[in-house]
């Protein structure tokens, strides 16, 4: 059944610029190629063709004439990294394993898409190379006729060692996720290391002739737009479409309109840099404004799902890995394919139930902040453009940006065609180089937080910030331990019937470095790395972890966590102010402690090869707030 495919091969043989495709598409998928062709007689016969294909199959064009011949597969739920925007952080119930589709039945349903008038194939998850046999699904995938892509979206960490067998056996196309050039932040935004990996992965596409290689990079205000330049910048010696996707809502990411980049804005951005700018054309179902640099090997693109919709032109699908069909990714409306392949409907059945689906789609999805308020599927249970988590936290109400929003985590390097070169080092300005406060010697001063509230005046580590205060509220004290019981025994305190309460606690730590290790942590010399961000993130791990470090803590569900560093000249020092803030029957005095002193022992830790004379001191509570005890603040 060849609906609307009497062009296909006459596509493949155009490639860019109407010269013979020079893909990484294997040669043989089951039909013979023709002679090259002129470009006049390639013009005449593509014509024809067009005049007298047979039509677009019903079952997949829907009541607004949009032909649906890209279907999008997941192969399963689960993912090797722990992505902040793709999950909940109260984290996602898989499928049973029964539940969800088995190799033969993604076959099945992927034989009746393709038949149907389906000619592009791309494979997701969750992490679509974990599973076992996917090497298998794409060389089956391969043997259908009329399939002329099949691609794979992925987080790349598997993707250098599977991509030789995936190549050999017919995958043509890769987009791999990367939202930032920073390992250090890479590992912060998906709780996993294996940045190295994916870059990996990047080389080895390349080395293998994918052209382009597209990499996908979701920016996010307060994370990662800071980088569009850099990425920008790997096209110039670097066969990538680097495309820059909208910040989207899906249930459990918190999003934020505050945090979503539009296109023009990024496009303003590079526009200062490269004014040169070209756009690309387009072709007509295209979900990315492309854009090249003049000079430059590859190009950059944008995705403006939240913007500027491309609902118009839509010609996408989607199955997820238990076997629903979506017809609109924002959309919440599901039909699953699974239970009726399963309850032995026949292909003309299966057929009037997708042409139904299909036939209810509407003109375009809701607005941006519609959507945000949708019920919908988390990402990672439709399926990965962005992939990435330790165990998260239990408090669903915690924001992952606002829990930690690094701001100004820059790359230090200037990004060209040897990509080797760019994740040597980061820098953490915490303004432009020309505001930087310069000290006496002429160096310049950096001030590092993990938080900042765009609704509040929020202040680095000051002096000035560290106000003394008198005690306020009734400080309640016990004459025994708490920890004890009767006997003298270690006993965790029972906080069962306590009522829950707002939480707060702030604690600090002061490092003495010397001048020597100082200057190096102030012009971010350090053979290690960054010591401020390290420690920066150390302290936010530690208070996460309070309960497994101290024996007769309990668990806390913390609802933000805060770190702040200072560097002071006049004592050579680092000064740490730790805050963290729950909800719940106890309080969260040790979890700031913990993390003022775990970042203080990072500290030491990245400084200790230049110098073992320093000193961790002042590590201290300064204030809390909430429970029956009243409120604490240090005078």
């Not at 992939?387 to 990004?415: K, Y």
């Not at 060209?416 to 406060?437: D, F």
């Not at 830790?605 to 230049?610: F, L, Q, T």
Request: glycine letters at 8%; proline letters at 5%; aromatic letters at 6%.
């Amino acid at each position: 059944m060849w609906k609307g495919k009497c062009c296909i091969d006459v596509r493949v043989m155009e490639g860019a610029g109407g010269s013979p495709c020079t893909s990484p598409q294997p040669a043989s998928r089951g039909r013979s190629f023709l002679p090259a062709l002129s470009l006049q007689e390639l013009s005449r016969r593509r014509q024809f063709l067009r005049g007298h294909a047979a039509p677009f199959s019903a079952i997949l064009t829907d009541s607004f004439g949009r032909q649906h011949s890209y279907l999008r597969i997941s192969l399963t739920e689960k993912c090797n990294l722990r992505c902040q925007y793709c999950m909940p952080e109260e984290g996602v119930q898989l499928t049973p394993k029964a539940n969800l589709l088995t190799t033969e039945e993604i076959l099945t349903l992927a034989r009746l898409f393709v038949k149907e008038g389906v000619d592009k194939i791309r494979l997701t998850g969750g992490e679509p190379l974990i599973r076992p046999d996917v090497v298998d699904i794409v060389a089956q995938l391969q043997q259908l006729e009329g399939l002329r892509t099949i691609g794979v979206t992925t987080n790349g960490i598997n993707l250098a060692r599977l991509l030789p067998q995936l190549q050999k056996v017919g995958l043509s196309a890769i987009n791999i996720s990367l939202d930032t050039l920073v390992p250090a932040k890479f590992e912060f935004i998906v709780r996993r290391k294996g940045f190295h990996k994916v870059m990996e992965g990047i080389h080895k596409a390349i080395e293998l002739g994918y052209n382009p290689v597209k990499v996908n990079c979701v920016v996010m205000r307060g994370l990662n737009e800071d980088e569009l330049l850099d990425f920008a910048a790997l096209t110039e010696g670097l066969p990538l479409d680097v495309r820059f996707i909208e910040y989207m809502p899906f249930d459990g990411n918190k999003w934020n309109f505050k945090k979503m980049v539009s296109y023009k804005e990024m496009l303003d951005t590079v526009r200062q840099q490269w004014p040169e700018l070209e756009k690309l054309p387009e072709e007509e179902s295209s979900t990315a404004k492309a854009f090249k640099i003049p000079g430059f090997q590859g190009q950059i693109s944008f995705i403006t799902s939240m913007s500027e919709h491309f609902c118009g032109t839509c010609n996408r699908l989607r199955i997820t890995a238990d076997g629903n069909l979506k017809v609109c990714l924002f959309g919440n409306s599901e039909v699953s394919l699974r239970d009726h392949l399963r309850a032995g409907a026949s292909e003309q059945e299966l057929l009037r139930i997708i042409g139904a689906a299909v036939g209810r789609k509407k003109r375009q999805h809701a607005g941006m902040f519609s959507i945000s308020q949708m019920k919908n599927r988390p990402m990672i249970l439709i399926e990965l453009f962005l992939m990435f988590r330790d165990s998260p936290p239990a408090n669903p109400s915690i924001s992952s940006w606002d829990a930690l929003h690094v701001e100004g985590l820059r790359s230090r390097m200037s990004f060209s065609s040897q990509m080797a070169t760019l994740w040597k080092g980061y820098r953490v300005p915490q303004t432009p180089p020309l505001a930087q406060q310069q000290l006496g010697s002429g160096s310049f001063q950096r001030h590092y937080t993990s938080h900042v509230d765009s609704n509040a005046n929020s202040k680095c580590l000051s002096p000035g910030s560290w106000a003394s205060a008198a005690p306020s509220g009734p400080q309640l004290t016990s004459e025994q331990l708490t920890h004890v019981d009767s006997e003298g025994r270690a006993a965790m305190v029972d906080v069962g019937k306590k009522p829950d309460t707002e939480r707060v606690a702030v604690a600090s730590a002061v490092v003495l470095l010397g001048p020597v290790a100082f200057k190096l942590v102030q012009q971010n010399q350090l053979k290690k790395g960054d010591a401020l961000v390290v420690a920066q993130l150390a302290g936010v791990q530690a208070a996460k972890l309070t309960s497994q470090l101290i024996p007769l803590c309990h668990h806390v569900a913390l609802s933000h966590v805060q770190v702040q560093l200072e560097l002071d000249s006049t004592r050579h020092a680092v000064e740490i102010r730790a805050s963290c803030r729950a909800r719940g029957p106890t309080g969260v005095e040790m979890e700031a402690l913990t993390s003022a002193a775990v970042a203080a022992l990072t500290l030491y830790d990245m400084c200790k090869a230049v110098s073992r004379d320093i000193v961790l001191e002042e590590i201290k509570l300064i204030s809390k707030t909430g429970g029956q005890r009243g409120d604490f603040h240090r005078a």
